[in-house]
């Protein structure tokens, strides 16, 4: 099974996971890369796809692994003493952590909170990997995707102080419409499940209807 994801959504999701499904699935060996190049499964040898967007593809079925949440997020000793930021205006003036991948996700934010944050200082990193790294170490705040930080925040490791802001787009796994393989069916039951045992509701519905198979 050949499974293309984005970096970070598989060494914070994904990895964590992988080996439940190697326990329910013995047989199916898999093969996975990092990208965020788009597949195009006309071209690419990829069975399924997890990546980021509007859940707008054509000509794949498509279903959504969890909602953009975004939030602030820094090391705890960030929110203490004199200095630390009382309030979201207040960012403005700290080191803002941004990723190379993600450059609208804070410009984002801080319009949901009617700020403008254009002004902020900041590094920027080539992954969000490296963003969320920095902010455990204590080097500013970064603007972090809620379901990809669920273990540093319960661990207190970071802590979000401000709104957390929600969008149409988010995380999703699509492969191939119409009639697919049963390895295929299998990873994306599995990872379906884990979305609900994870949020405590039904598995997700597919976002985009698949188109019907090929008649025989």
């Known amino acids: ?25 013995p047989n199916i060996d898999i093969n996975l890369t990092t990208s965020i190049i788009p597949v195009d499964f006309e071209r690419d040898d990829i069975d399924m796809n997890i990546c980021h967007g509007d859940g707008k593809w054509a000509g794949v079925a498509c279903w959504q692994i969890f ?15 004199a ?31 009617n700020i403008d944050g254009r002004s902020a200082p900041g590094l920027t990193f080539e992954t969000s990997s490296l963003v969320y790294e920095a902010a455990r170490q204590g080097m500013g705040f970064a603007i972090g995707q ?3 930080l669920r273990a540093e925040l319960e661990r207190g490791e970071l802590v979000a102080p401000f709104p957390v802001m929600r969008r149409k787009s988010g995380y ?9 393989e049963p390895k ?3 990873f994306r039951q599995w990872l379906l499940d884990e979305v609900a045992a994870e949020i ?3 598995p997700p519905a597919a976002a985009q209807a698949p188109e019907p198979a090929p008649a025989l």
């Open 83 to 113: 200095g630390a930021p009382s309030c979201p205006a207040e960012l403005v003036g700290q080191n803002l952590l941004h990723s190379r991948n993600r450059v609208g996700d804070w410009a984002d934010w801080f319009q949901s909170v």
């Open 200 to 202: 405590g509701e039904a």
């Open 184 to 186: 295929v069916q299998a």
């Open 67 to 81: 909602q953009d949440q975004i939030t602030p997020v820094c090391a705890p000793m960030l929110m203490e003493g």
């Open 1 to 25: 099974l050949k499974v293309r994801v984005y970096l970070t959504f598989a060494l914070r999701w994904l990895l964590p996971r992988l080996q439940r499904f190697r326990a329910q699935y």
């Open 146 to 148: 809620v379901g990809l």
């Open 172 to 180: 999703f796994l699509i492969h191939r419409s119409g009639r697919i």
